[in-house]
């Protein structure tokens, strides 16, 4: 189940100039269904990468980010990605890294490139060995499959217990010339990014100096992956990778604040936020898609702190999914969210257009019947207003269901 929320045609996703896509059945840990994915990149794009705090990360993460700093110190391009779901590699040691750069290798020495040139994903089970022999043995398969019109296909073969495909597509004129934008990602649950399992890849044919690729890498991450909750937990695998093939008919963007680069920005920006909604609205048994809008704090750091404490309380994404207005428990939230000198007098709640909560206390004029028609509602915002200053944030997450329970207790099986 999804909340307002259904795939994209893979007809309406725009090919990127530059790159090919191929995938196939590996069998990594089921048969019969789409696990292995080749992004094949012609030489010359600029490739940044976003990846997770989790200090016990996986290895391919590991790995990515060691041939990301080889590729930038030597001059060399990333040329492939080679992404696996149905197994993390991640909990495995040394034999882990291994695997993973075996895998590399393998794809590397398919195309004539050098293994650092090659970036490997995983996604699935933790703390199993990669049967990375079944990745290599699919490899030519993928290989054979691989087209620019792929993306569908792709946004399919990395979903793990996803149940919709995630992508998007967004076309800006920049300098007079077309550019099109593409992304996939994955994620349902182990959803917390603190760069969830999650896995994004964005894609723009625009020309971008290399120089900017890492800080819009971050910028993306920070406005939008960053923004949304699940549960609460932050995977050992979180990876957002950003593409610019740089073959679009404009002059290089050399600066982010320049209009260029403002129109390009905010164009990946929109891609990525709808990437990370998606996410949410397809988190393991979610039935509501919650906005946890907070406002008035003296920083964005401490509003955003604010609208975790809310969106990781177990109490209210269960009081959201029974549609039950027991709206203390997000006061109760907001208190115990790390705001050492918060002054509760100061604070208003509301659900939607309902004023819940004004001064600190109940309003004297919410009637409950109003709390719970939003509470049933399948998307529903929540403003705090703090009164301590003038910044906001925004995180999106969703309710806490029987599903959840159920399809955690039975995903190994």
């Known amino acids: 189940m999804t909340v307002n929320f259904s795939a994209t045609d893979p007809a309406d996703l725009?090919?990127?100039?530059?790159?090919?896509?191929?995938?196939?059945?590996?069998?990594?840990?089921?048969?019969?269904?789409?696990?292995l994915t080749v992004l094949l990149i012609d030489?010359?794009?600029?490739?940044?990468?976003?990846?997770?705090?989790?200090?016990?990360?996986?290895?391919?993460?590991?790995?990515?980010r060691e041939h990301l700093t080889r590729c930038a110190n030597s001059g060399l391009s990333v040329r492939a990605l080679v992404i696996n779901t149905g197994n993390a590699n991640a909990g495995t040691g040394q034999e882990g890294l291994e695997r993973a750069y075996a895998t590399s290798a393998a794809l590397?020495?398919?195309?004539?490139?050098?293994?650092?040139?090659?970036?490997?994903?995983?996604?699935?089970v933790i703390m199993e060995q990669l049967p990375h022999e079944r990745i290599v043995a699919g490899l030519p398969r993928?290989?054979?499959?691989?087209?620019?019109?792929?993306?569908?296909?792709?946004?399919?073969?990395?979903?793990?217990?996803?149940?919709?495909?995630?992508?998007?597509?967004?076309?800006?004129?920049?300098?007079?010339?077309?550019?099109?934008?593409?992304?996939?990602?994955?994620?349902?649950?182990?959803?917390?990014?603190?760069m969830a399992t999650m896995l994004g890849f964005i894609a723009t044919d625009a020309c971008v100096a290399p120089e900017l690729m890492q800080q819009l890498a971050r910028d993306l991450a920070e406005a939008s992956f960053n923004?949304?909750?699940?549960?609460?937990?932050?995977?050992?695998?979180?990876?957002?990778?950003?593409?610019?093939?740089?073959?679009?008919?404009?002059f290089p963007i050399t600066s982010l604040g320049s209009a260029e680069g403002q129109t390009l920005k905010a164009?990946?920006?929109?891609?990525?936020?709808?990437?990370?909604?998606a996410i949410v609205r397809d988190g393991e048994?979610?039935?509501k898609f919650i906005t946890i809008q907070v406002e008035g704090g003296k920083s964005s750091e401490e509003c955003r702190k604010v609208a975790y404490a809310i969106a990781h309380s177990p109490l209210v994404k269960t009081a959201f999914f029974a549609s039950d207005p027991n709206l203390g428990r997000i006061l109760a939230a907001v208190g115990y969210a790390g705001i050492d000198d918060l002054d509760q007098s100061a604070i208003d709640l509301y659900l939607d257009e309902v004023l819940v909560a004004m001064h600190g206390g109940r309003n004297p004029a919410y009637r409950e019947e109003d709390g719970q028609r939003v509470m049933r509602q399948s998307e529903i915002t929540v403003r705090v207003l703090l009164g301590r200053g003038s910044a906001q944030d925004t995180v999106w997450t969703c309710d806490l269901s029987h599903d959840y329970v159920?399809?955690?207790?039975?995903?190994?099986s």
């Open 14 to 35: 725009l090919a990127i100039q530059g790159i090919r896509i191929g995938v196939a059945e590996a069998g990594i840990r089921k048969t019969g269904r789409l696990d």
């Open 43 to 64: 030489a010359g794009a600029s490739v940044s990468g976003v990846f997770t705090q989790n200090r016990f990360c996986a290895a391919p993460v590991q790995v990515c």
């Open 108 to 124: 590397a020495q398919s195309m004539g490139v050098q293994p650092a040139q090659v970036l490997p994903f995983s996604t699935g």
């Open 142 to 194: 993928a290989l054979a499959d691989a087209q620019a019109s792929h993306w569908g296909r792709a946004a399919q073969a990395i979903m793990t217990t996803d149940t919709v495909p995630k992508a998007f597509s967004r076309k800006v004129q920049i300098g007079g010339a077309t550019v099109n934008i593409t992304g996939i990602s994955k994620g349902a649950g182990m959803i917390r990014p603190n």
């Open 227 to 250: 923004r949304v909750t699940v549960d609460g937990d932050t995977s050992t695998n979180d990876s957002l990778v950003l593409i610019a093939t740089n073959q679009a008919a404009h």
């Open 267 to 277: 164009a990946l920006l929109d891609v990525a936020r709808k990437l990370a909604q």
């Open 285 to 287: 048994g979610a039935t």
């Open 406 to 412: 159920t399809i955690n207790a039975d995903y190994r």
